[in-house]
């Protein structure tokens, strides 16, 4: 199988290209060539999406399979898609559960209402870029077009750093704020499943929520896991939500995965999946996720810059900010 990956460095993109390289696939990358590596016997070809001819490297090849991360303007994913017809068997486009319109009701499955985005739109937030894009692939490829929109993807090669947070927390040891409840269910995809379901040639063409059942895990296998695989001398404190958000601290950002029961943002956490479950997904053990995180994590010494992409403020809370907060809760 030929696969071609629009991107290919940065963390989705890159486990794509491992998961294909593994599996014995004939890879090609595309992307400017400013960030990453891609492993050892990967065609790389050079080209900017955003510039006038930039996508001449790419005419005369031809693919099973094109995967696309893209998450700029959703013009420059409409020109990509159309400047591939005939010479592509599938088209698999990566888009996320931002494109939803708040509000959002949990178990909201793929037909909720999605922001207002055009096809053609030259700037757009984050959610109107992904949402135009799929649009625009749509325009081009129909019903045959994969749309997976992920969830909160976690993994070795994370690049946002919300599990590393808490990895590098727990390994520092002493009193760890845990925010509870313990059994609060987690819904989360790791890069390497996300990976295996872009690439399955037997998915059917549509439009998929692709991330884990809720309550695949849960905040403390998450945190147990962490204590387990690093061997800090952690004690996890686990803290009353409502204690917690007394205090200022905010989900998700602060402390990062965790989004407690009736937060407005808990949709996140809680999509209906049965699509994509139907289709094929399969999710791997919160502890192999933790683990092979950590294992990545210490190798290569920090999180990595986004490929391409404007860095982020840092996630995870403050030291001290963590201490008054446990200094104060019951």
Partial sequence: MRLLVLGGTGFVGGATVTEAVRGGWSVTVFNRGRHGTAPAGVERLRGDRTAPGGLAALAGGEWDVVVDTWDGVPRVAGESARALVGRVGRYVYVSSGSVYAEPVEPGSAEDAPVVDAAPDA??????????????????????????????????????????????????????????????????????????????????????????????????????????????????????????????????????????????????????????????????????????????????????????????????GLDPAREEAVLASAP
Avoid at 251 to 273: F, K
Wanted: one cysteine or more; hydrophobic letters at 45%.
């Fill in 122 to 315: 030259d700037e757009a937030d984050y959610p109107s870029n992904k949402a135009g894009a799929e649009r625009a692939v749509r325009e081009v490829y129909g019903k045959s077009a994969v749309i997976a929109r992920a969830g909160l993807i976690l993994g070795p090669g994370e690049d946002i750093g919300r599990l590393p947070w808490w990895l590098q927390r727990v390994a520092r040891g002493g009193d760890v704020l845990a925010p509870g409840p313990a059994d609060l269910p987690l819904q989360y995809i790791d890069a390497r499943d996300l990976a295996a379901f872009l690439l399955d040639p037997v998915v059917p063409g549509g439009t998929y929520n692709v991330v884990s059942r809720t309550g695949h895990a849960t905040m403390g296998d998450l945190l147990d896991a962490a204590v387990e695989v690093t061997g800090a001398d952690a004690r996890l404190r686990w803290t009353d939500p409502e204690a917690i958000l007394a205090a200022g601290v905010e989900p998700w950002n602060d402390l990062p995965i965790w989004i407690p029961a009736g937060h407005p943002y808990r949709w996140l956490q809680e999509r209906d999946v049965s699509r994509a479950y139907a289709a094929g997904l399969t999710c791997r053990p919160v502890a192999e996720t933790v683990a092979d995180t950590w294992t990545w994590l210490r190798a290569v010494g920090a999180v990595p810059p986004r490929a391409g992409r404007p860095q982020r403020a840092p996630v």
